[in-house]
């Protein structure tokens, strides 16, 4: 199990961003997600990335196709239950018991024999919205900044209420990067590769750790 990106929905992307840019990390590309209604500003590792996502067009993610992904639910995570982290993993067929009752999503941004596989977790909503999907052809080389150039991405951990969960989804976690921690308060880690001088760092407005 490899993690390709996580997201995490903000209203203040503004904030956000310039919190990001002010601890020293560079800024990759951008883009709107058409007919979703969302869009993101986008920081890259050595092999993953982390996306900032917020809502744009109000009407287009509640629109019939994006309603279904329940994205605008989590969205608005400050006025529910739900996370505000989402989990693209990449694809392998090691996942598919993860995915197997996924449901699969159409936007109108990807080739039209695609979907991506979701993970809505309506019945957990404190988990993250959690997808993947197969791509075809070869895969293209990424030209973006780099940050942590010199270190990977070792352990993800997601600060959850254990107690709320109603599924099996953690139990289909045995391995050694995604990990659920039990937590009051709802955060995500990155852990990277050791270096001699172990720092860590909290950017408050996302509830995200990041060890380096």
């Known amino acids: 199990m490899k993690t390709n990106h996580i997201f995490i929905f903000c209203d203040n992307h503004e904030e956000v961003v310039n919190e990001l840019l002010a601890f020293g990390f560079m800024e990759g590309s951008n883009r709107i997600h058409p007919n979703q209604g969302t869009q993101n500003r986008k920081f890259y590792f050595n092999d993953f990335f982390i996306e900032i996502l917020w809502v744009h067009n109000f009407d287009e993610i509640q629109n019939e196709r994006s309603k279904k992904s329940k994205l605008y639910e989590r969205a608005e995570h400050k006025t529910n ?3 505000a ?33 979701v993970l809505k977790n309506e019945d957990s909503p404190s988990l993250p919205w959690t997808f993947r999907w197969q791509t075809s052809g070869t895969k293209l080389k990424i030209n973006e900044p780099i940050n ?6 070792s352990k993800i951990i997601f600060g959850i209420k254990k107690k709320t969960i109603e599924n099996n989804y953690l139990e289909l976690f045995n391995n050694d990067e995604v990990f659920f921690e039990d937590s009051k308060e709802e955060f995500v880690k990155l852990i990277f590769t050791k270096s001699d001088d172990k720092k860590a760092h909290f950017f408050e407005s996302l509830n995200l750790i990041i060890e380096y």
């Open 85 to 117: 982290f989402g989990l693209c993993l990449n694809y392998s067929k090691e996942e598919d018991e993860l995915f197997e009752n996924c449901y699969k999503y159409k936007p109108s941004y990807i080739p039209s024999n695609m979907f991506i596989e």
């Open 81 to 83: 239950t739900c996370s």
């Open 148 to 153: 942590f150039s010199k270190q990977k991405l």
